[in-house]
């Protein structure tokens, strides 16, 4: 199988963009660049907003054909995007989305157990200015009782 380093150099045009603007909250955040899903949405960590530096607006993809996620800066206009980053606020938090619909699709096709939460680790597309995350390596989170 190629790496997503190659995905991205042949498929990032064609990626599709996968949501819609949506409310934003914020909680405390780690070191690690990750995105964590639970059924009734998603949040980045504190190092993404770090890594992708203070990007207010960003693109969440698919690559077709893969589990690849990819979220990469994009303007204010830009359809599907989302809030990481406000300027306004001090400190730069944990940034979750809730969008149970999106996460539904996503447990759906990965397979995944609808009670627990995942965590995926991202990494740095230094050419496309982009952080990558492999849904095929995500590691199940028991469920919260």
Not at 7 to 26: E, Q
């Amino acid at each position: 199988m190629l790496g997503a380093e190659h995905y991205l150099a042949v498929s990032l045009d064609k990626c599709v963009p996968f949501l819609k603007n949506r409310r934003v909250r914020s909680e405390g955040g780690n070191d690690e660049l990750l995105l964590t899903i639970r059924k009734t949405g998603f949040a980045f960590s504190t190092s993404c907003v770090e890594a992708l530096n203070n990007t207010e607006y960003v693109s969440l993809m698919q690559v077709p054909d893969t589990a690849l996620l990819v979220l990469r800066p994009c303007g204010m206009k830009a359809k599907g995007r989302l809030r990481l980053y406000d300027p306004k606020r001090k400190n730069k938090s944990r940034v979750r989305y809730s969008v149970p619909e999106w996460t539904s699709h996503v447990y759906e096709l990965m397979g995944w157990e609808k009670e627990c939460g995942y965590r995926v680790s991202g990494g740095v597309h230094l050419v496309e200015k982009a952080l990558v995350f492999d849904l095929g390596q995500g590691v199940m989170i028991e469920p919260k009782n």
